[in-house]
C-alpha cells in the first residue's frame, strides 16, 4: 500500500491522535463526561477564533453553519449585502435568496478581493442591510480577503459582519473580536485536522440582537437551541458524538502548538509552496493568496484535469478548479496536518508530472 | 479498565469491524473510489428501508431529517396531521409549527399507539391535509406504532405518510413500499450500528410530486440537490465521509446477516428482555412495546434516576424517562450491536441495583 498525500482544501488529512480519539468507545452525550469535553472544548476552540464569544457546533457540513447565520439574523424581504468573489461567495447568495432575502452583490474578478471601500459604499446606498457576508478564505479560488479592514467599515453601521473562515480559520490570521466579526463560520475538515461532519458558529451580541428580531423560519440549525450546549452542556439533538471526541483532541492539539505558532507555520509552509511554485515557472492564481491554499495556473498548453489526474496516479491528490476555474488551474492544500514534508513530496511529483505533459520545467 | 455497557437508545454501541472502517486515512468525496461506495450502499441500505426508492444521507442528526420532510413536501399555510404520542411526535408538530404549517394533532396517551381510524377520521374531517406524521417506534415511551394499518388509509387519500423510523429501523418490521410509506427517515446511531451524525430520507414518488410543489423555503436539507448523490455520485456539501465509510461496512453487515434475520433477532432478545423483567416481577410501559427498546416502569417507591444512577456506577448505562416520564421509566435499547449477553448482564445488574434500593426482587 502506498501512501496517499491528501492535499485537497477539504477533507484534510487527520492525524492518528484524531483517528484514535475518534475510535474509542462511543459514550452517551447526556453525561457529565460528555459535557466537561463540551465545555472544554468551548474554552480552547475560543482561543483559535480569537473571540470571547461561545463557539457553537453543529453536526453538519459548513453549508448548514452559512444557513444558519442567514435564517437566524434575518427576515424575508431583508437586504444583506454579499461579496461574490468565487463559489463560496455564491454559496451565501443562493442561501440569502432561497430564504427571501434581497441580495445586494458585490462581485468581485475571482482571485481577488473586495477593497474594503465598496463595502463602505455599498452600506452607504443600502442603510437598510442588515448583514455583510464574505468570506476570510474564499476556497474556490485560493484567495484571502481583508477581513480587518472590511470589519472596521461594517462595525460602524447597523449590519453584522459574518465571515465564512471555514478553509481560512487556523491557517490564515483571524481576530474575531479585535476585527469586528460578527458571526464566524468554521468547518472540522480544514485546519481542525478532523473529518468532515461538523461546523462551528461563534456569534456576537451585536448578531444575537439582531437573532431576536429574526423572523426566518428555522429548526434543526436555530442557535437559541444551541446556546445551552455550552451553557448547560445540553445538545438539542444528538451530536456526532466521535467527531466531538476527535475535536477535544484536535484543539488541544492546536492549543498545544500554540494558535500563534500553529498560524505561523501555515504561513511558512505557503510561503514555501509558493516560491517553490515560482521556481518551477508556475503562477500563483490568486492576487492576495491566502496561506490556508494556493491555487495555481495551468501552464498555457496544459489541461488541468490531466495535471490532477496524472498527480493522483502518483497517489497525490489535488483538487482542481471549480466553477469557470476548472481545468484552468489546480489547488494545493496545506492546511492542518499537511507537514513540509508532504509538500516536498508533492512538489517534485508535481515537477515529474509537468515534464512527462510536456511542460519545461525550470 | 471495566467495559462499559451502553444500552441507550442512541448511540448505541460502535462494533470493531465498524471504527476500523471509519478509522482508515480519509479519501476524497469527489472521486470514482467515494463514489462507488455511496451507490453500494443506496444499493444495500434499499433493501433494509425495503424499498425501490433511493435513501439520501445527510450530514444531520434525525431531527434534521425530520425538518427535511416537512420543509421540502410543505408549504406556509399547509395542514399537516401529526401524531403525537411521545417526544418525538411532538418534535414534529414543533417543526411544522416553526416553519408555519398547521397541525391537526392526533394525541395519544404516551405509552399507547394511534388507531387508524383515528387518522382516518382526521383526513376526513381535513380533507386539505397534505401529511400525516407518525412514528415507528416511539422512543421516549418505547412504542410500536401500527405503520402498515395507518399506511393503508393514508394511501388512499392525497396525504403522504411520513415515517420517524430512526430508531425502529432494522429493529422493528417495516416495509417501506409494501405498506405505502411517502417518506422514511432513518439514523446512523440506531440499528445502523453507527456513531450519530447521518441521517437517512427516502423519498416515494408520490411525495416527490409534493416536493414539486412545496413552496417552503430549504437550502442544507433541500431534498432535490440530494437526488444527484446517487444518480451522479456527486455530494452537495461535503460530506461526513468517515460515517459514510462506516455505513458501507455496516449495511454490509446487516446484509451479510439478512434483513429478515437481523430483524428477527431484535424480536427475540425484545422477547427475552421483557420476559427477564416480567421474572423480576417488573412492569413493561408501553402497551404496545417496540422491538428496539424496552421502558419499563419504575417500582412504587422508587425513584428513576437512582435506579439509572445506580445502574451507571456499575458500568451499565440505561436511559431514563423524558418528558413527563422523567423518573417514572428507565429504557433498555436492544438494537443494533447489542448482543444477547450484554442484556443478560444488564439484567443481571438491574436485579442488584434494585436489591440494593430495597426492592424486594422476585
Given at each position: 500500500?502506498?501512501?496517499?498525500?491528501?492535499?485537497t482544501?477539504?477533507?484534510?488529512?487527520?492525524?492518528?491522535?484524531?483517528?484514535?480519539?475518534?475510535?474509542?468507545p462511543?459514550?452517551?452525550?447526556?453525561?457529565?463526561?460528555y459535557?466537561?469535553?463540551?465545555?472544554?472544548?468551548?474554552?480552547?476552540?475560543?482561543?483559535?477564533?480569537?473571540?470571547?464569544?461561545?463557539?457553537?457546533?453543529?453536526?453538519?457540513?459548513?453549508?448548514?453553519?452559512?444557513?444558519?447565520?442567514?435564517?437566524?439574523?434575518?427576515?424575508?424581504?431583508?437586504?444583506?449585502?454579499?461579496?461574490?468573489?468565487?463559489?463560496f461567495?455564491?454559496?451565501?447568495?443562493?442561501?440569502?435568496?432561497?430564504?427571501?432575502?434581497?441580495?445586494?452583490?458585490?462581485?468581485?474578478?475571482?482571485?481577488t478581493?473586495?477593497?474594503?471601500?465598496?463595502?463602505?459604499?455599498?452600506?452607504?446606498?443600502h442603510?437598510?442591510?442588515?448583514a455583510?457576508?464574505?468570506?476570510?478564505?474564499?476556497t474556490?479560488?485560493?484567495?484571502l480577503?481583508?477581513?480587518?479592514?472590511?470589519?472596521s467599515?461594517?462595525?460602524?453601521?447597523r449590519?453584522?459582519?459574518?465571515?465564512?473562515?471555514?478553509?481560512?480559520?487556523?491557517?490564515?490570521?483571524?481576530?474575531?473580536?479585535?476585527?469586528g466579526?460578527?458571526?464566524?463560520?468554521g468547518?472540522?475538515?480544514?485546519?481542525?485536522?478532523?473529518?468532515?461532519?461538523?461546523?462551528?458558529?461563534?456569534?456576537?451580541?451585536?448578531?444575537w440582537?439582531?437573532a431576536?428580531?429574526?423572523?426566518?423560519?428555522?429548526f434543526y440549525?436555530?442557535?437559541k437551541?444551541?446556546e445551552?450546549?455550552?451553557?448547560?452542556?445540553?445538545?438539542?439533538?444528538?451530536p456526532?458524538?466521535?467527531?466531538?471526541l476527535?475535536?477535544?483532541?484536535?484543539?488541544s492539539?492546536?492549543?498545544?502548538?500554540?494558535?500563534?505558532k500553529?498560524?505561523?507555520?501555515h504561513?511558512?509552509?505557503?510561503a514555501?509552496v509558493?516560491?517553490?511554485?515560482?521556481?518551477m515557472?508556475?503562477?500563483?492564481?490568486?492576487?492576495?493568496?491566502?496561506?490556508a491554499?494556493?491555487?495555481?495556473?495551468?501552464?498555457?498548453?496544459?489541461?488541468?484535469?490531466?495535471?490532477?489526474?496524472?498527480?493522483?496516479?502518483?497517489?497525490?491528490?489535488?483538487?482542481?478548479?471549480?466553477?469557470?476555474?476548472?481545468g484552468?488551474?489546480?489547488?494545493?492544500a496545506h492546511?492542518?496536518?499537511?507537514?513540509?514534508?508532504?509538500?516536498?513530496?508533492?512538489?517534485?511529483?508535481?515537477?515529474?508530472?509537468?515534464?512527462?505533459?510536456g511542460?519545461?520545467?525550470?
Amino acid at each position: 500500500m502506498k501512501k496517499q498525500y491528501l492535499l485537497t482544501p477539504g477533507p484534510a488529512p487527520v492525524p492518528e491522535e484524531i483517528m484514535k480519539a475518534m475510535s474509542e468507545p462511543i459514550i452517551h452525550h447526556r453525561t457529565s463526561q460528555y459535557r466537561d469535553i463540551v465545555w472544554k472544548i468551548n474554552q480552547d476552540i475560543k482561543k483559535i477564533f480569537r473571540t470571547d464569544a461561545n463557539v457553537l457546533t453543529f453536526t453538519s457540513s459548513g453549508t448548514g453553519a452559512m444557513e444558519a447565520s442567514v435564517t437566524n439574523t434575518l427576515s424575508k424581504g431583508d437586504t444583506a449585502i454579499v461579496v461574490r468573489g468565487g463559489k463560496f461567495g455564491e454559496r451565501f447568495s443562493e442561501i440569502c435568496r432561497a430564504f427571501g432575502v434581497e441580495v445586494v452583490p458585490i462581485d468581485v474578478e475571482w482571485g481577488t478581493r473586495p477593497h474594503h471601500a465598496a463595502i463602505e459604499k455599498a452600506l452607504k446606498e443600502h442603510p437598510e442591510a442588515k448583514a455583510v457576508f464574505i468570506q476570510l478564505c474564499e476556497t474556490s479560488t485560493a484567495t484571502l480577503y481583508d477581513v480587518k479592514s472590511i470589519g472596521s467599515v461594517v462595525k460602524n453601521t447597523r449590519a453584522i459582519l459574518v465571515v465564512d473562515a471555514i478553509s481560512g480559520l487556523g491557517a490564515d490570521e483571524f481576530f474575531m473580536d479585535e476585527w469586528g466579526v460578527d458571526i464566524a463560520i468554521g468547518g472540522s475538515q480544514k485546519g481542525f485536522m478532523l473529518p468532515p461532519g461538523l461546523a462551528f458558529l461563534a456569534v456576537s451580541g451585536k448578531a444575537w440582537k439582531l437573532a431576536a428580531a429574526s423572523k426566518l423560519p428555522k429548526f434543526y440549525f436555530d442557535l437559541k437551541r444551541y446556546e445551552k450546549v455550552v451553557t448547560e452542556g445540553d445538545s438539542p439533538w444528538t451530536p456526532a458524538i466521535t467527531l466531538v471526541l476527535g475535536l477535544g483532541k484536535a484543539v488541544s492539539m492546536i492549543l498545544d502548538e500554540g494558535v500563534d505558532k500553529f498560524v505561523a507555520r501555515h504561513a511558512a509552509d505557503a510561503a514555501f509552496v509558493r516560491q517553490s511554485l515560482s521556481g518551477m515557472g508556475l503562477e500563483v492564481f490568486s492576487k492576495y493568496p491566502s496561506d490556508a491554499l494556493t491555487a495555481i495556473k495551468v501552464p498555457q498548453g496544459l489541461d488541468g484535469k490531466k495535471i490532477v489526474d496524472t498527480m493522483k496516479t502518483k497517489s497525490v491528490i489535488f483538487a482542481g478548479g471549480q466553477g469557470h476555474l476548472k481545468g484552468k488551474i489546480f489547488r494545493i492544500a496545506h492546511m492542518g496536518a499537511i507537514t513540509r514534508e508532504d509538500l516536498e513530496h508533492a512538489l517534485e511529483k508535481l515537477k515529474e508530472t509537468l515534464a512527462e505533459l510536456g511542460h519545461k520545467v525550470k
